[in-house]
């Protein structure tokens, strides 16, 4: 557990849920990237403007954290490259399939107190943790 | 005024990421890797987002409409059913190989590093598979009910 940071990992997730709560409160809105970004792709205008802005806010806040606190922004992966593209088809696939994310279900579907949403993270953190398993401790790493 | 407030919103998000380690793979793999070096730090995240948000989201839900527009869009209400966990499934199984889940993806791209253009491509990629595949999940019933909601997934 040497990894472990409970401040910085509190703090952040305080301000991941002002976040989530601003955008509820202002705009109406639901902060799930999944949602935001597939419907991005598809192509009726309806609905964009706002999902756009958002990405927009996401990329300036990276650019920032490349400022002000780069080393947040890791440019290293134990995993190849060909099992990264597998895992980003499986995340893109799944999310849109079953309707949130880590953010969506995790986030503002458990504060909802969504049955869905908590049942939706439980099944997602059960299929990571064994994947996790596999990969580490079964296939040596996954690199 | 209203989309400033939502590009305000997503600055706030990816530095809430960034600075909890949501954006930084190996952490998320060690958080899910509880048979290993387990590092807890994710726990402390959803507990942050997820308790600021449950009290705000109740103090919010008293207005009749948000400050900035007319309607809250809040997602209907669905069954617990196999494309739930079926997607959920799969999506854990892409998180844990990766470390990576959308946001902190999106977010990192800003770095230009070809592993999470990858990633981020082939996300985009899957996205779009499911939409051209895709037969259209029948609407509940119920969809419409509470006044002043529109219909909206989660995430």
Not at chain 2, 35 to 60: C, E, Q
């Amino acid at each position: 557990m040497e990894n472990f940071t409970p401040v910085a990992s509190t703090i952040g997730g305080v301000l991941i849920g002002l976040a989530a709560a601003m955008l509820f409160l202002f705009n109406g809105k639901i902060l799930g990237i999944s949602n935001i970004t597939a419907e991005l792709l598809n192509p009726r205008w309806h609905g964009k403007a706002w999902r756009l802005t958002f990405v927009a806010g996401l990329l300036a806040g990276g650019l920032l954290l490349q400022l002000i606190y780069p080393q947040a922004l890791s440019v290293s992966s134990p995993r190849s490259l060909a099992l990264l593209a597998i895992a980003g088809l499986l995340v893109g696939y799944g999310s849109t399939l079953g309707r949130g994310c880590t953010s969506g279900h995790g986030i503002c579907g458990i504060s909802r107190l969504s049955v869905r949403s908590l049942a939706a993270t439980g099944i997602f953190m059960a299929t990571g943790i064994v994947t996790v398993y596999l990969t580490n401790h079964v296939f040596g790493g996954g690199a | 005024m209203g989309l400033l407030m939502v590009f305000l919103s997503g600055v706030l998000f990816a530095l809430g990421l960034g600075i909890a380690g949501m954006t930084q793979p190996t952490k998320i793999i060690a958080f899910l890797d509880i048979f290993g070096d387990w590092d807890p730090s994710l726990i402390l995240v959803m507990a942050g987002a997820v308790g600021i948000n449950l009290v705000l989201y109740r103090f919010t839900l008293r207005r009749e409409k948000p400050i900035l527009e007319d309607l809250f869009t809040t997602p209907s209400k669905r069954p617990i059913n196999a494309r739930l966990a079926i997607g959920a499934g799969l999506f854990g199984i892409g998180w844990g190989l990766s470390g990576y889940c959308p946001g902190p993806a999106l977010v990192s791209t800003v770095t230009g590093w070809g592993s999470v253009l990858t990633f981020v491509a082939a996300m985009l990629l899957g996205m779009l598979l499911f939409q051209w595949l895709q037969t259209e999940e029948p609407r509940p019933v119920d969809a419409a009910q509470g006044s002043g909601q529109a219909e909206s997934s989660c995430g």
